[in-house]
């Protein structure tokens, strides 16, 4: 069949051929599933089809978008572009906007705009915006931010401490606590423009796993490679979702039909850029509380790593293809290994290097 429909092996097939298909074998299929195949030929504006999804259709492995259109296939859709339709109330141009900031495919755009239901909302990047953010630390802790001169700055049960390694929430709950109000404006900024759109369109599931992940991975970095230090701050989990996204701009840059991304992109690698440098200059300036350095840059490269392979496989299309399965397992499996590897040198490095840590706050 492969060799059949697509003879120079490109992984695609003409539109042609697939409607071909669908006339020969239409009897065959339930005509409102039929309805909805041709829809999907007539609104392919670039004149192919993946192979994969092709086999997927035909054999029904249908993706959560697929299922969705077939349940709402009522309503036939249309074979211009999103673009060009016209009369849409705030609320739909909005939900076009994210469709066309994150999805490379014209059909994914389709499928999500005639899906999207708000409900539930971007609960996750909201929440843990405004209540690990503002509520904690300024109602708990009487404090918007602990800047890394406050005399609270050590002696509180969030931040991630190497001699308190023991205490295994604070490899998550480090993101709780900020060095500085630029550090915390910074990661905001960041974490609402990419984070909500980002869970509008693939859920709180998938966006939850990648932030965690980054999170995680960030404080598991420091304990491997800046064992002395501390940290602080939330950015492990928001440069795993900023590069994951940049990641699928760069892979998918001529299907990515958002204004200005050019600009976007610069926008977001020069907050990036400039909140990496600052933790670096913090991290080799000279502590506040001597002998315990400043808080470890470590965490930004960790959730870079985690952005670029699992965040990358996650979020590159609005419905998943074998081979990005086939890459997610490997890619999980790496992260795997290295949380266990991290886990072990937590428990046996720190003694056998005979490291000279800080004292505990």
């Given amino acids: 069949l492969l060799s059949q429909f697509d003879p120079d092996n490109t992984g695609y097939i003409s539109t042609e051929k697939f409607r071909s298909l669908l006339q020969r074998h239409g009897s065959e299929l339930d005509p409102h599933k039929l309805e909805v195949l041709l829809a999907l030929a007539d609104s392919n504006s670039e004149g192919r089809i993946c192979y994969q999804d092709f086999v997927n259709l035909m054999s029904n492995k249908r993706s959560n978008s697929f299922r969705q259109a077939i349940l709402q296939g009522n309503r036939r859709l249309c074979s211009r572009a999103l673009l060009e339709e ?27 705009y005639d899906s999207y239901t708000c409900c539930p909302p971007p609960w996750v990047i909201l929440t843990l915006t405004i209540v690990a953010f503002f509520l904690y630390n300024g109602v708990v802790l009487d404090r918007f931010v602990l800047q890394v001169s406050h005399p609270l700055y050590l ?3 969030l931040l991630y401490h190497p001699q308190l390694r023991a205490q295994a929430w604070r490899y998550l709950t480090y993101i709780f606590m900020h060095a500085g109000i630029e550090h915390l404006g910074l990661n905001v900024v960041l974490q609402l423009l990419v984070g909500v759109p980002l869970e509008m369109v693939h859920g709180a599931a998938r966006i939850s796993f990648v932030y965690v992940a980054g999170v995680v991975a960030g404080s598991l970095a420091v304990s491997v490679a800046d064992m002395r230090a501390p940290v602080v701050g939330s950015s492990g989990g928001v440069y795993a979702l900023v590069s994951a996204h940049l990641a699928n701009i ?6 990515m039909k958002c204004q200005f991304k050019l600009l976007r992109m610069a926008v977001a690698l020069i907050c990036m850029s400039f909140e990496f440098g600052r933790a670096v200059w913090l991290r080799f300036h000279p502590s506040a509380y001597p002998p315990c350095p400043h808080p470890s840059f470590m965490a930004h490269l960790g959730g870079v790593m985690v952005g670029i392979t699992l965040g990358v496989i996650i979020l590159r299309n609005y419905e998943q293809r074998l081979q990005d399965q086939t890459l997610w397992w490997i890619f999980l499996s790496i992260y795997v290994i290295f949380v266990l590897f991290a886990i072990f040198w937590n428990i046996f490095a720190y003694s056998l290097l005979d490291l000279k840590l800080p004292p505990p706050p």
Avoid: F
Avoid at 103 to 112: A, F, N, T
Avoid at 250 to 255: D, E, T
């Fill in 155 to 157: 002696k509180n049960a």
């Fill in 86 to 112: 016209t009369g849409l109330s705030l609320p739909q141009r909005l939900i076009r906007h994210v469709a066309y900031e994150t999805l490379p495919r014209e059909i994914d755009r389709k499928w999500y």
């Fill in 250 to 255: 760069v892979m998918n840059w001529s299907g």
